[in-house]
């Protein structure tokens, strides 16, 4: 039989052990890159509310929700590890990468094309006028240049800032239009339907190396490479 001593000596070395044994087990982290390493923060009813974040780094604006401007250091912000909205601002948030910035404004409500040889990712990281900018509808990245229309003013970044080249294309008035995309990467898939009319492949979205990527019948899409 174990005396007492040596029934707490014993415990001690089990203890010892699992202590190493779980200090050799990595720690899991968040993966930094990718369309899933995106947080959705709302202002509801106008009240400030504070979200989580998976990264620790810079906090872009990825897309507006609300009708609200929101509007960086007054209706949003961040800090290690959490993002802020308030004053009815609602919107994606995802980490900072590198990219071009470039600032475009529409006047008058016209639609104007800024920047040229832009490719990869389009995210609109300041709105500048009050004038909701809403990615497919009044601004986006088409042929290379950064466009915008209806009185959206604003800064976008332009890179591939998610790890992932990609590109918006849309069918204006039910128009089939043809956007730019780099055949380096292969043929394009579906990311994200912006649009209400639906997006099918052959159908209302199709590519052709020559052509290039084509939408119609109204689709509005997100398009690039899984």
């Known amino acids: 039989m174990l005396t007492f001593r040596t029934a707490i000596l014993h415990t001690a070395m089990l ?56 509007v960086q250091g007054r209706t949003w912000g961040f800090s290690s590890g959490k993002v802020w909205v308030d004053g009815g601002c609602r919107a994606e ?5 590198g990219g071009s910035e470039i600032r475009c404004e529409s006047e008058d409500g016209r639609r104007k094309t800024c920047g040229k040889n832009l490719y990869g990712n389009a995210d609109l990281i300041r709105q500048l006028s ?26 976008f970044r332009v890179g591939e800032s ?13 128009r089939r ?14 990311l ?8 099918v492949e052959g159908r209302s979205w199709g590519y052709d190396k020559r052509a290039g990527l084509w939408v119609d019948e109204g689709c509005r899409a997100r398009f690039g490479v899984r």
């Open 177 to 190: 239009t043809t956007c730019a995309w780099d055949a380096r990467h292969g043929k394009p898939a579906l």
């Open 93 to 97: 948030f995802g980490p900072q990468y």
């Open 15 to 70: 203890a010892a052990t699992a202590a190493i044994v779980c200090s050799a087990i990595p720690t899991a982290h968040a993966q930094l890159f990718g369309d899933k390493d995106r947080v959705r923060c709302e202002s509801k009813e106008g009240r400030r509310e504070t979200c989580e974040t998976t990264w620790s780094g810079n906090t872009r604006l990825v897309k507006q929700l609300s009708d609200s401007r929101c």
């Open 130 to 155: 009050s004038t909701a900018c809403r990615e497919g509808v009044s601004w986006g990245l088409q042929g290379g240049s950064i466009w915008v229309d209806k009185g959206c003013r604003g800064e």
């Open 192 to 199: 994200e339907t912006l649009s209400k009319s639906p997006c």
């Open 162 to 174: 998610s790890g992932r080249y990609s590109t918006t294309c849309a069918s204006e008035s039910g």
